[in-house]
């Protein structure tokens, strides 16, 4: 499970909605996220953290073969 939550971007500064797993401490791209940043709104999303979550979802979907 996964949850989104706003915290800088590592490289701008800007606030960023990150992608971090349930019980984690840091967004998929390794950012540290105050999970009571609540009230704070952006419409920028971290781009290393949509790339990585995109990456395991679609992993999800792969059906694995024996060979």
């Known amino acids: 499970m996964y949850e989104m939550h706003i915290a800088p971007d590592c490289s701008s500064g800007l606030l960023v909605w990150h992608v971090i797993a349930k019980e984690a401490v840091s967004s998929l791209c390794g ?7 609540d009230g704070t ?7 290393p953290c949509m790339r990585s979550f995109q990456d ?6 792969t059906p ?4």
């Open 31 to 37: 950012q540290p996220v105050d999970r009571g940043a």
């Open 41 to 47: 709104r952006t419409d920028r999303h971290c781009l």
């Open 56 to 61: 395991l979802m679609g992993d999800r979907g």
């Open 64 to 67: 694995t073969t024996a060979r």
